[in-house]
């Protein structure tokens, strides 16, 4: 199978998730006797019940040694500008991409009140960062993670590992000017919140409550909000430290931002 257009997922639980998503398309499962035996274990089915009738929706498996399976991997990596490392678990997915929706969609969605939930990151570039980020997101129901058209985090196999599956859940929407999308949001009714360790007002000064619509805008992971987006927010707040350290890694940020933000109803 060539991988162009094709995600690359690793990770038994991440694998077991795409693998139950009719939207993904041309399934090649490369596993081991044993990896096997543990997906369909993670799944409580065989990998045939999975496979629908159109040959787009079959699941091809190849059944490979350890060896010969990491070495395939390998390949697949190099073939796609990818960086190798061992996949975990002796098991991985090759399978059409998850498009990314476009700015209409989302403002259709608001409109019908179907997203009141959503992540807008300012150039995170760290994969690691976005898919914590993602996997978080999924366990709080954000319904949309906005993320820059060029200069973002990339979808790599190490993605899918750490985001754990979430990637099949919170649609990604690409956006090319994140100031004027904020701007939309605004005019849209949505309350666009931005986090800097910088800000002088806390989550507690807020009244979340009368704002149903929220945007959560969290920055780089070294520069932090950008002066153009920290313009278009509503607000900025910060994370109250309880100790010597003001600061935290954007995907621990985002976490702890989004369990105060969103719990809040």
């Known amino acids: 199978m060539s991988t162009n257009n094709f995600d690359i997922i690793t990770g038994i639980h991440s694998v077991a998730c795409a693998l139950q998503n009719s939207e993904r398309k041309n399934k090649t499962?490369?596993?081991?006797?044993?990896s096997l035996k543990a997906l369909e274990k993670e799944l409580n089915t065989r990998i045939q019940n999975l496979s629908g009738d159109s040959p787009e929706d079959e699941i091809e498996v190849q059944v490979l040694s350890t060896h010969s399976l990491q070495d395939r991997a390998k390949n697949i990596c190099q073939s796609e500008g990818f960086q190798?490392?061992?996949?975990?678990?002796?098991?991985f997915l090759v399978t059409t991409?998850?498009?990314?929706?476009?700015?209409?969609?989302?403002?259709?969605?608001?409109?019908?009140?179907?997203?009141?939930?959503?992540?807008?990151?300012?150039?995170?570039?760290?994969?690691h960062n976005g898919a914590a980020i993602m996997r978080t997101a999924a366990f709080y129901g954000v319904d949309a993670i906005i993320v820059a058209s060029r200069g973002g985090f990339g979808e790599t196999p190490s993605f899918f590992r750490i985001s754990s599956g979430a990637s099949e859940f919170v649609p990604i929407v690409k956006a090319s000017s994140l100031p004027k999308v904020i701007g939309k949001l605004k005019d849209m009714g949505v309350y666009c919140l931005g986090l800097s360790e910088h800000a002088t007002k806390e989550v507690k000064d807020l009244d979340l409550e009368k704002k149903p619509f929220k945007c959560l805008v969290m920055g780089a992971e070294d520069t932090g909000l950008g002066n153009a987006v920290s313009r278009q927010?509503?607000?900025?707040?910060?994370?109250?430290?309880?100790?010597?350290?003001k600061s935290l890694n954007v995907s621990v940020a985002s976490a702890i931002a989004m369990e105060r933000v969103f719990s809040q109803k």
């Open 97 to 127: 991409k998850m498009e990314a929706k476009d700015l209409n969609w989302l403002y259709d969605k608001i409109v019908s009140n179907e997203v009141t939930k959503i992540i807008a990151l300012d150039k995170v570039t760290d994969a």
């Open 233 to 245: 927010v509503d607000d900025i707040i910060a994370l109250e430290s309880m100790g010597p350290i």
């Open 84 to 91: 190798y490392s061992r996949f975990p678990s002796n098991l």
């Open 29 to 34: 499962l490369y596993v081991t006797d044993e």
